[in-house]
């Protein structure tokens, strides 16, 4: 799955259009994907959950032993935008098999040009034959993580409260439109 956008145009670049490139992620794009690490958690969850969340964050996800180990257990993906990783996500599955999207993230300076939609596309084209639905979980009080998903069709599935006391982690669900 390789998908190309071009369709939005930044700032200051007189007409030309910005193009990305959402590809399968390579072993050597672990040190890219700690740095998107870097840029999306602050921006994502300090506000949400405080600084001592984003650490944590960082310190559990975003280390490159768990970058690679994810990798090699889940279907992963990179957008690329002018040869930078600037956004990510995954597929895997919940303990019970349900197939669960456990990352999506884009570079914050590259919101709202297509990447979400394209890197969440991504994970749609790659849903196992079969799956009636995917799932995925966002952070209670990420209330642009809970818009971009309800206007893509998402419903709610239940609530997980977190056992270490972090905000409760909001679970939703897509119906499959047939994939593999």
Same mark, same amino acid.
């Given at each position: 799955?390789?998908?190309?956008?071009?369709?939005?145009?930044?700032?200051?670049?007189?007409?030309?259009?910005?193009?990305?490139?959402?590809?399968?992620?390579?072993?050597?794009?672990?040190?890219?994907?700690?740095?998107?690490?870097?840029?999306?958690?602050?921006?994502?969850?300090?506000?949400?959950?405080?600084?001592?969340?984003?650490?944590?964050?960082?310190?559990?996800?975003?280390?490159?032993?768990?970058?690679?180990?994810?990798?090699?257990? #889940?279907?992963?993906?990179?957008?690329?935008?002018?040869?930078?990783?600037?956004?990510?996500?995954?597929?895997?599955? #919940?303990?019970?098999?349900?197939?669960?999207?456990?990352?999506?993230?884009?570079?914050?300076?590259?919101?709202?040009?297509?990447?979400?939609?394209?890197?969440?596309?991504?994970?749609?084209?790659?849903?196992?034959?079969?799956?009636?639905?995917?799932?995925?979980?966002?952070?209670?009080?990420?209330?642009?993580?809970?818009?971009?998903?309800?206007?893509?069709?998402?419903?709610?599935?239940?609530?997980?409260?977190?056992?270490?006391?972090?905000?409760?982690?909001?679970?939703?669900?897509?119906?499959?439109?047939?994939?593999?």
């Amino acid at each position: 799955m390789v998908a190309t956008g071009n369709e939005n145009v930044p700032p200051g670049t007189a007409g030309r259009p910005a193009p990305y490139l959402v590809r399968p992620a390579v072993p050597g794009d672990v040190p890219a994907l700690r740095a998107l690490g870097e840029r999306v958690v602050a921006d994502t969850y300090e506000r949400i959950a405080g600084p001592d969340y984003v650490r944590y964050m960082l310190d559990r996800w975003w280390q490159p032993e768990q970058l690679a180990e994810s990798m090699a257990r #889940t279907t992963t993906f990179v957008a690329e935008a002018a040869g930078r990783v600037v956004g990510t996500a995954n597929l895997g599955q #919940t303990t019970d098999g349900v197939p669960v999207m456990w990352k999506l993230y884009v570079d914050p300076a590259m919101h709202g040009r297509g990447l979400g939609s394209a890197l969440l596309a991504a994970v749609l084209a790659a849903l196992p034959p079969g799956a009636d639905r995917l799932a995925l979980s966002h952070l209670a009080g990420n209330t642009r993580a809970a818009e971009f998903y309800r206007r893509r069709g998402f419903r709610p599935w239940r609530i997980e409260p977190d056992p270490d006391g972090w905000p409760d982690q909001v679970w939703l669900t897509l119906p499959a439109t047939g994939g593999g």
